[in-house]
C-alpha cells in the first residue's frame, strides 16, 4: 500500500470510528434510557382515568427544563396514534459502521491486526473467514437457544449464553491474535444485540401495529418475545462496551488464558448491569456490584505481571544502551517513525516515535512494558523479535535505563 492509499485508509478510520461512537452513544443511550422507563414507571390507580385509558405505567420527570410524563400501553392504546417514533436507525447505523470498521483496521491489515505466529500460522483469508464467520455462528447459536424451551428460563439461558460466550473466547483466543479475537466476540455480542432489533424486536412491533390497523387485537406473544430479547441486550451492553475499547489494554488480551480473563469482566459487567436494573426497580442490592468489583479486584491481582528478574539467565547484565538502540532500530523503527516504511502504516502508530535515542530513553517505560511484560509489540511479532532480544530490553530497564553511551 503506498503511503496515500495508507494516510486515506488512517482518515477513514477516523472518520468511521467517530461515526461508529456517535450511533453507538445513541443507540446505547436510548436503550438504557427505555429500561430505567420500564423498571421505574408505576401502575395508575385501578378505576383512575389512567387505568380505564389501558396506561399500565407512568411516571413524571424533569428534564432540560421541560416536564415530561411517559405512560405506557399494554398491548397498545385503543387508537394508534398518527405519528409513531420507532427506534432501529440508531442500532442498524451502530453495526453498519462498526462492520467498515472491522474492515477498515482488521481486515484489510489481516496479517499485522488479525493473525499471531505463536498462536496460528493464518493465512489472511483464512484470519478474515475465522472473524466472519464467527458472527455468523454466533447469532445462529443464540437465536436457536432463544427459541428453544431453555429460551423460557432466563437465568438457565444466561448461565449457557454465558459458557457459549466463554467457549467462544477459548477457539478464537487460540486461532487469532489476543486483540483480534476480543474484538469478535465483542463484534458477535454486537451482531447479536443488533439482530434482535432487526430480527425479532422490531418485526413483532410491526406485526402488532399492522394488526391495529386491520382493526385487530394485536397479539401479546409479539410483546413478550421483543422484551425477551431486549433483556438479553440490556445484559450485554457492560460486556460490549468493554470489549470496544479492549485493544488499549494488552495486559488483558495479550495474558495467556486470555478467554479466561474475560470471562472475568463480562461476568463484572453483567452483575453491574444486574445492580442497575434491580435499582430502577426500587431494590437496591449492593452484592451484586459488590460482586462485580471483587471480581475485577481479584482479576487485576491475579494478572499483574510478576516482579521482574533481579538477573535474567544469559544475558548480559551490563547491558548496554546502543545495545537496546540497535534492537530497537530493527525492530520498531520501520513502524514507530515520523514517516514509518512498513506498508500499511502512514503516521506513527499510537504517536509512539523510537527513531532518535532521546526518543528511545523517553519511551523506556513504555518499550519495557510492551516488549517485555506483555509481548505485546512488536505488532504481530512482524520484524520478528527475538526472547534474548526481549531480555536484553528488560535487563537494560531493569538496570535503570541508563542511556550513557
Ligand atoms: C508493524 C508495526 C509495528 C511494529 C514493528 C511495532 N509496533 Fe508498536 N505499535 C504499533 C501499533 C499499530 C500500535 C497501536 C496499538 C493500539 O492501537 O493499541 C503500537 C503501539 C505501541 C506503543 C503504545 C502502546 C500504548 O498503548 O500506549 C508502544 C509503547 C509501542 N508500540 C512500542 C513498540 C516497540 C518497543 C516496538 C519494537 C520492539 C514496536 N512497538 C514495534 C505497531 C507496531
New binding site residues.
Partial sequence: MDVFASYGLEWLNLLVRWLHIITGIAWIGASFYFVWLDNTIKPPAPGSDLANKGVAGELWAVHGGGFYNPQKYLVAPAQLPKELHWFKWEAYSTWLSGFALLFIVYYLNAQ??MVDRSVADLSSLQAVGIGLGSLVVGWLVYDLLCKSPLGRHDLAFGLVIFAFLVASSYVLTHLLSG?AAYLHIGAMIGTIMVANVAHVIIPGQRRMVNAMMAGEKPDPVYGIRAKQRSVHNNYFTLPVLFLMIS??Y?MTYRHAHAWAVLAVIMAAGVLIRHFFNLRHKGRIEWKYPAAGVALLALLAVLIAPRAPLAQAPGVDTAAQFTQVKT??DQ??????AAK?T?P??AAA????M?DTPERVAQ?AA??Y???VQLK?????N??Q?TDA?RAQ?GAWFEAGAKTDK
Fill in positions: 499485522a491486526m486483540r485493544n488499549h494488552a534492537i530497537v525492530r520498531c523503527v520501520s513502524c514507530h514509518p512498513q500499511g502504516f502508530p499510537a504517536g509512539v523510537l519511551h513504555q518499550i512494558q510492551q516488549t505485546a509489540m512488536p505488532l504481530a512482524l520484524t523479535m532480544e530490553v
